[in-house]
């Protein structure tokens, strides 16, 4: 777990992602696993607990929880108990992974239109998210495997990142990683994972495991979330 966020902390919780579903809201771990008769914990892990595909019951039309990417209604939820438990709101660091395609542009983002007559087509080409002194190699943050753009803003700013494909048209993206400059606490959502993991004070995990909306649980530094560290189901 600490390979994700850093240790050190006095407590640390996991987040689970919520649960998309076709054409209905989205769901808990906790919903579907009372329907798939296994059994929702701190380590669960979603490809044992969620029922399998061939199943005909309705509750399994869901594509299960997003992976990389905490849902923008549950992260809005997540910065505002942060916001109580940091002196430093107003100034936040924020890691983006720099692997996303849109973040370049074209070739690596491409953007269709249908047009009746003329079938499926490629748009215009799709410029890259910043400029490029932004996107240049010396100016990564290099953490494990994984390079990093770095961003400094307000606590709000973690809601605001994400893809501007249009105009009209905006897909958010969570940040990877994201702290306040007093280090009071520090999130990470790593790009392979479904959930989100927070370490910080007692006080701020209690309320992350209390809180009415987040479905979050307690956890420890050596705690595994690997695909076979769910011992339960």
């Given amino acids: 777990m600490t390979g994700v966020v850093p240790a050190g902390f006095e407590a640390y919780a996991r987040v689970l992602h919520p649960v998309e579903q076709e054409d209905q809201p989205s769901t808990?771990?906790?919903?579907?696993?009372?329907?798939?008769?296994?059994?929702i914990h701190a380590l669960a892990q979603w490809h044992?607990?969620?029922?399998r595909r061939g199943s005909t019951r309705p509750w399994w039309r869901t594509s299960?929880?997003?992976?990389?990417?905490?849902?923008?209604?549950?992260?809005?939820?997540?910065?505002?108990v942060l916001r109580r438990h940091t002196t430093t709101a107003a100034e936040c660091w924020?890691?983006?992974?720099?692997g996303y395609g849109w973040i370049h542009g074209s070739p690596s983002a491409v953007l269709l239109q249908f047009d009746e007559s003329a079938g499926?087509?490629?748009?215009?080409?799709?410029?890259?998210?910043?400029?490029?002194?932004?996107?240049?190699a010396d100016q990564?943050?290099?953490?494990?495997?994984?390079?990093y753009l770095l961003g400094r803003g307000p606590l709000e700013a973690a809601t605001r990142v994400g893809d501007q494909i249009t105009p009209d048209w905006f897909e958010p993206q969570s940040p990877n990683i994201f702290w306040p400059t007093d280090r009071s606490w520090c999130v990470a959502t790593?790009?392979?994972f479904d959930?989100?993991?927070?370490?910080?004070?007692?006080?701020?995990?209690?309320?992350?495991?209390?809180h009415e909306r987040l479905e979050a649980f307690r956890i420890q530094p050596q705690d595994s979330l690997q695909d076979n560290a769910d011992h339960v189901n």
């Fill in 28 to 39: 808990s771990w906790a919903a579907v696993a009372e329907a798939a008769g296994t059994q």
């Fill in 48 to 51: 044992l607990l969620a029922p």
């Fill in 64 to 80: 299960g929880p997003d992976i990389g990417n905490l849902d923008p209604e549950a992260l809005a939820d997540l910065v505002t």
């Fill in 94 to 98: 924020f890691c983006l992974w720099s």
């Fill in 120 to 136: 499926l087509s490629e748009s215009e080409p799709v410029p890259p998210a910043f400029p490029d002194d932004v996107l240049a």
């Fill in 140 to 147: 990564l943050v290099r953490l494990a495997a994984r390079e």
């Fill in 190 to 192: 790593e790009i392979d």
């Fill in 195 to 210: 959930s989100t993991l927070v370490g910080g004070s007692e006080q701020l995990v209690t309320e992350l495991v209390t």
